[in-house]
Each structure stands twice: as structure tokens, then as C-alpha cells.
């Protein structure tokens, strides 16, 4: 297996303050990665990082053998493959949940309408949404939203989808549903994800590694199973018995 | 000297023709005053998080000098009244264009002048509406088009642009009402529009009440279908 992301020793500053200190990390096509941490610790600056929404301030990134900084002219060949799922969801409210997962592929990968209308509807089925079609989103639940967004992230035929705590938003009943859509993306179509959640059992059941992350350095990775059973910081120790258990 | 109707039909062949012109300068400065506006409103934000992400490369120096022009337009245009620019462009352009150039006999149609008064003004303002929708325009939403890979002209075109347009209708109509009005200015420079026409007819017969009454409706019924046609708009582009 080859590696489809690589952090060579990258630093993240906004002005003077530095949020990511030399993240050195490598992800493998099909791995799953669950990033947490506490909040400020810089989990959704790296995972931002990664499709270039922030630009590393020093280091390399390789996505996808497309070198950033020095390849900057090529950042939407990144986000190509690389789809983004976002806490509150952003979904186009001026589009049908059809047209917002259709907008991507006939949008970014230029195919005819019918087509991405197709792509479309197979997602949003694949979603369970499939009456759902015609809706806006604002005639839409958060959970329903959120899957909306699922798919409209995987039109457009991604490698890696990340996630930016894509249940936080949402209302305890309708987490199951975004985590059940995520857990059957994880298994059956073998896509490398990295995943920013307070999910535990999310993060047992599918993460292939855990990363811990506090103050904007890299603390602990392992197995899941492992980390949360043994823990090796007190930092995450403390982190690990404030977090709820699904 | 009661109040006489037949004084309103015999006068009211001009007034419609005035009525007529005060429609087309408005109609004409509308339409060049969005091109106008949608321009300088973007560009008073080029190169902003508002449209996207930072340009890199030469577009960065670029987009700043853009920024400036498109601001020291609005600045100039909201900074003086617009009287005086109509008589700036009427009387004064032309003797500009004699002094630096050799044209002797340049000069600018009273109807042209007009015209061209309400597309740079109403650009100013409506460029100001375009910036302050377009910036108030949720950023997760810039992110969610950035990231699915499309170019920033399609992520203009098809998220910020239509999501920005339903916040501009209630300024616009407001801007749409005041250029109508505006061109009542324009009976300083001559142009015939409905102002001049009722002035005219007045200071012949001296029917003031009848006159300006009747003038008044007529405004009153063209800033009304400029109104309805705008609440039309706005309902047919109604987001759930």
C-alpha cells in the first residue's frame, strides 16, 4: 500500500499564533483515521490543511503525489480527490438535495446533467434519501442534511473524504444515522478517511488509527483499541474520561 | 379658477411623453447601472475571502489595484450630487475634451448625458448592495464549493451569485426607485423627461394644482410597477 497523504514536519500559524506544531503524519489509501482532541487543539486546522482550505505555513503536504507548497497552481486537482463533510453541513440552500449532490460532478468533473443527475439520485438512495430528492435543505432534518452532504462529497468521485465533526451539530437521535452512513462508506467501499469526532465507538468500530491531538502537536496514535485502553498521557487520560461513550 | 379636468386631458399628451423619456433614461440606467455596480461591487472585493480564497502570483497585486479603482469610483460618485455630475458631463466634459485633445466640436446629447448620469450613479449605489450581500454570504458555503474542485468563476456564477441576488432585491428596488426620481434632476441640463414637461405646461397656463398633481400620479404609477415587478422577482426566487 502506498501512502495517499503525507505531512512532512508542517507548521500552521494564524498571525503569530502557531496551531499545528511539525505534524509528521502518513496516511495509506483505504486507512481510516479518527482524529480527536479537545477544542483548539488543532484537529479541524489539520484536517483543513489537508484539501488546502488553510496553507500549511511551512513543511511539505503530498496529496495524491501533488506537492504543496511547491505545486500551489494545483490545488483544485487536490480537492478532486479529496471531498470535505463539514460540521454544518453546508449544503447550497438554493439548490434541491438532487441538484446539490448533482452540482459537484457536472460542476467540478464536467459531466453532462443527466448523467450527474443519475450519480445523484444513486447517492442520495444510497443515503436513504431517496424520496427526499426534491427537498431543500431547509425543508430538511440536520441528520437528513447531513447526509445530503455525505453524498454530495462522494459525487464527485473522491479518494479520500474528510470529515470536520460531521455529528456536532447534530441532535443525539439523528447521530446514528450520520455515523451509520459513515461506518457503510468505511467498509464497503474501502475510501480513505480521516475523521475528526468525539465518537468513540465510532472510532473503535471502524478507525484503523487513532490520533490524539492537544495543543497542536500530535500526542498520542495507535490502534483505537489500544489507545483508549492504554492510554500513555495524562492528557489524553483526562480527554479519554470526558468523553461520551456511544 | 376651480379645479379643471379638461386641464389634465389637454395637457396630458406631453406629460405622457414625457412620462416616456423619464422611462427610458430609467430603464437604460437601470440596466447599465447593474452591469456598472455588479463590477465595482465585485471589484471592491476582488481578491478577498469574500469571492473564495486569496489569489496568489501576479493576481495578488492585481486584485488590489482593482479594489482601489472600483473604490475610488463608488467614493467620487457618492461623494458629489448627482445634479452636478449631469452638469459635469453636459457643460463641463466637453470643455475638457477640447483642452486636452483637438476635437473642437465635441459635444454630448442632452438625452446621452442623462443616460450615462444615472448608469454611473446608480452603479456606485448598486455596487455597494452587490459587496454587502456578496460578503454577507455564509463562508461554509465558499469552503463547500471550494471543496468539491470547481474554479472560482463557477463558484461565483453558481453559489455566491444566485445566494447574494435574493439579498440585493430589497436594496435594489429601493436604488431602482430613487434613479426614476433621480431623473427629474435632468430638467437642469433640457431633457424633456416629465418634470420639464408638467415646468413647461405650467408656466403657460399656470394650472399648478392640476399639473403637478397629475405629474405626481404619473411618477407614483411608474415607481409602482418598478416596485411590483420587483416583488415578483423576489417571490419567484423564494429559498426554502
Known amino acids: ?246 | 379658477m376651480g379645479f379643471e379636468f379638461s386641464v389634465i386631458t389637454e395637457s396630458l399628451p406631453a406629460l405622457l411623453g414625457g412620462a416616456k423619456l423619464t422611462w427610458i433614461i430609467t430603464i437604460l440606467g437601470i440596466v447599465g447601472g447593474m452591469i456598472c455596480g455588479i463590477l465595482a461591487g465585485l471589484g471592491r472585493i476582488a481578491g478577498t475571502e469574500a469571492l473564495g480564497e486569496e489569489p496568489h502570483g501576479i493576481f495578488k497585486p492585481l486584485s488590489v489595484v482593482i479594489r482601489y479603482i472600483s473604490g475610488g469610483y463608488v467614493e467620487t460618485i457618492r461623494g458629489t450630487p448627482i445634479i452636478v455630475q449631469a452638469m459635469f458631463l453636459y457643460f463641463a466634459f466637453p470643455m475638457l475634451v477640447k483642452a486636452v485633445t483637438d476635437i473642437e466640436r465635441f459635444r454630448i446629447e442632452a438625452l446621452t448625458a442623462a443616460v450615462i448620469t444615472i448608469i454611473f450613479n446608480a452603479g456606485a449605489y448598486i455596487a455597494e448592495i452587490v459587496r454587502g450581500s456578496v460578503i454577507s454570504v455564509n463562508k461554509g458555503l465558499l469552503e463547500a464549493g471550494m471543496s468539491l474542485g470547481i474554479s472560482r468563476l463557477q463558484l461565483i456564477v453558481h453559489v455566491i451569485g444566485p445566494i447574494a441576488f435574493r439579498r440585493m432585491i430589497p436594496p435594489l428596488g429601493n436604488q431602482f426607485i430613487i434613479s426614476l426620481k433621480d431623473t427629474s434632476l435632468f430638467i437642469v441640463i433640457g431633457v424633456g423627461e416629465l418634470t420639464r414637461q408638467g415646468q413647461e405646461i405650467m408656466a403657460s397656463n399656470f394650472r399648478a394644482l392640476e399639473i403637478w398633481l397629475t405629474v405626481a400620479v404619473m411618477y407614483l404609477m411608474m415607481t409602482t410597477v418598478l416596485a411590483m415587478s420587483l416583488r415578483h422577482i423576489e417571490r419567484k426566487m423564494k429559498i426554502f
Open chain 1, 1 to 246: 500500500m502506498s501512502s495517499i497523504i503525507e505531512l512532512k514536519n508542517v507548521c500552521k500559524s494564524f498571525g503569530d499564533t502557531e496551531v499545528l506544531h511539525n505534524i509528521d503524519l502518513s496516511i495509506q489509501e483505504g486507512e481510516v483515521i479518527v482524529v480527536i482532541g479537545p477544542s483548539g487543539s488543532g484537529k479541524s486546522t489539520l484536517i483543513r490543511c489537508i484539501n488546502c482550505l488553510e496553507l500549511i505555513s511551512s513543511g511539505e503536504l503530498i496529496v495524491d503525489s501533488i506537492k504543496i507548497p511547491d505545486e500551489r497552481g494545483r490545488i483544485r486537482q487536490i480537492r478532486l480527490e479529496v471531498g470535505m463533510v463539514f460540521q454544518q453541513f453546508n449544503l447550497f440552500p438554493h439548490m434541491t438535495a438532487v441538484e446539490n449532490v448533482a452540482f459537484g460532478p457536472s460542476k467540478a468533473r464536467k459531466m453532462n446533467k443527466s448523467k450527474a443527475t443519475d450519480i445523484a439520485r444513486d447517492l442520495l438512495d444510497k443515503v436513504g434519501l431517496a424520496e427526499f430528492e426534491n427537498k431543500f435543505p431547509g425543508q430538511l432534518s440536520g441528520g437528513q442534511q447531513q447526509r445530503v452532504a455525505i453524498a454530495r462529497a462522494l459525487a464527485v468521485n473522491p479518494k479520500v473524504l474528510l470529515f470536520d465533526e460531521p455529528t456536532s451539530a447534530l441532535d443525539p437521535e439523528m447521530i446514528g444515522e450520520v455515523l451509520d452512513v459513515m461506518k457503510s462508506i468505511a467498509k464497503d467501499s474501502g475510501m480513505t478517511m480521516v475523521v475528526v469526532t468525539h465518537e468513540m465507538g465510532f472510532a473503535a468500530q471502524v478507525g484503523d488509527r487513532l490520533i490524539f491531538m492537544d495543543d497542536g502537536w500530535i500526542v498520542e496514535e495507535g490502534k483505537p483499541a489500544e489507545v483508549m485502553k492504554k492510554p500513555k498521557s495524562e492528557r489524553l487520560k483526562d480527554f479519554l474520561g470526558h468523553v461520551k461513550h456511544h
